[in-house]
């Protein structure tokens, strides 16, 4: 919907949305010449960003490309071109071209040499701002008017903004309190733009009662003990997937688990219980030995010794895990070594449903890539382009997130740049 330009003038673009697919779309215009002006509903740009770096801002991931491209799932074939032009490597040296050094940790994931977001945004901001950038903060976008202008509520009254293009990173539907609200999906759907509901990615999920009680969660017993505690040295696999079981950690909440391993099949636990009402993982508590090997050590005569005792030196199970069999068996199956054994590898706990959107780490759905061209224009509204997270695509953490939305930030703002520069009344895109 973007307002007729003189032939005379600079192009101008309106970037709505200051997280990294915004500012990255913003330093790859302006680097073209053309006059930024950034719209972002919060006080200050980057809100999000950084406090997804607070604990630690992993960028990126160093594994090898066709591994990283495979974690975008059902949307790897849109995501993929974008990562090809401008994928981890790629920001590694951009995030240098900074002054900020980076390093690759034991997981494989990429790190800022100080662990932290801010010395990185401020270099960024820096730079944007030597580059013309203009900011506009506390500008919550509302739509367009009936002339196309873009609409703004502001501290001072409504506002109204002209723009040759524009481009739309408005984040996803989670931690709201940071301006990713997710308010976008209804101005979009009364646009008539196809819109996939967000949906809580990277989350926690609430467990079924293991004693079978009306309501999820798990007994007040264990929640008061262990809420909050990390179960560590397991793996995590979704009942009947194929797909082999993945190592890790994760951690008990309250009514459920949460935590990277459980993040990482988040997608799949959604989609199963999406259709059957509820999903089965399968969690090994003793990752390190064989199912043979537990039989026999669980078998082995423990004396005078109590099962907790006994478990913890033939085993290794101690803590949270023989709290969570205590929890999960009857007494007739922590007596019996067969069955115990069979549930230390393989505990079956059943999950509900997510925790809500907003405690989670980012959103599935958003505006589908069927509406867009290669370029990440609305095909039916020619000059509006989106990017980052509200796009309809999801990714497990790790560095993915972040990576795809710097590359499609990119990728919008040259398909952008591509489009305006060939307007006219001779010129097609």
């Known amino acids: 919907m973007p307002a007729p330009r003189s032939a005379s ?28 002006d950034v719209f972002d509903a919060m006080p200050s740009v980057g809100r999000k960003f950084l406090l997804a770096g607070k604990g630690g801002l992993n960028i990126t991931h160093s594994e090898a490309f066709e591994a990283f491209a495979g974690r975008y799932g059902s949307r790897r074939a849109q995501i993929e071109p974008m990562l090809q032009a401008f994928g981890p490597d790629a920001l590694r040296a951009w995030v240098e071209g900074l002054g900020v050094s980076t390093f690759v940790g034991s997981s494989g994931r990429v790190f800022p040499a100080e662990m932290k977001a801010a010395p990185l945004l401020r270099a960024w901001l820096a730079r944007l701002r030597a580059a013309g950038v203009r900011f506009h903060p506390r500008h919550r976008w509302t739509g367009w008017g009936a002339d ?120 799949a636990i959604r989609e199963r219980i999406a259709c059957d009402g509820r999903a089965t993982v399968l969690v090994d508590l003793a990752p390190g030995r064989s199912l043979e090997r537990v039989q026999a050590e669980v078998a082995h005569p423990r004396g005078a010794r109590s099962l907790a005792s006994h478990l913890q030196s033939r085993v290794g199970i101690a803590g949270l895990k023989m709290a969570l069999l205590r929890e999960c068996l009857s007494a007739e199956a922590l007596a019996d070594p067969a069955r115990l054994a069979a549930a230390i590898k393989a505990l079956p706990v059943v999950l509900i449903a997510p925790r809500p959107i907003d405690e989670a780490i980012s959103t599935a759905g958003g505006l589908r890539f069927e509406a867009l061209d290669t370029h990440l224009m609305v095909r039916s509204q020619p000059g509006l382009f989106c990017a980052g997270e509200m796009l309809d695509w999801e990714a497990p953490t790790g560095g993915y997130l972040l990576t795809a939305c710097f590359a499609s930030g990119r990728w919008a703002a040259q398909g952008m740049q591509t489009w305006l520069e060939g307007q006219g009344p001779n010129n097609t895109y």
């Open 148 to 267: 196309g202008r873009l609409q703004f509520n502001t501290p001072t009254g409504p506002l109204q903004h002209t723009a040759d293009a524009t481009l739309l990173a408005l984040g996803g539907g989670s931690w709201a309190r940071l301006g990713s609200d997710g308010a976008w999906v209804a101005v979009l759907a009364a646009a008539g733009l196809d819109v996939a509901p967000l949906q809580p990615a990277n989350c926690g999920f609430v467990v079924a009662s293991p004693r079978g009680g009306p309501a999820g969660g798990w007994s007040e017993h264990l929640a008061s003990r262990f809420a909050g505690q990390p179960l560590k040295s397991i793996t995590l696999q979704l009942a009947g997937d194929p797909a082999p079981p993945r190592a890790g950690e994760a951690m008990l909440s309250a009514d459920g688990i949460e935590g990277s391993l459980v993040y990482a099949l988040s997608a």
């Open 9 to 36: 003038s600079a192009f101008r673009v309106a970037i709505v949305g200051g997280g990294p697919a915004g500012l990255m779309a913003a330093e790859t215009l302006a680097a073209g010449g053309v006059q930024v």
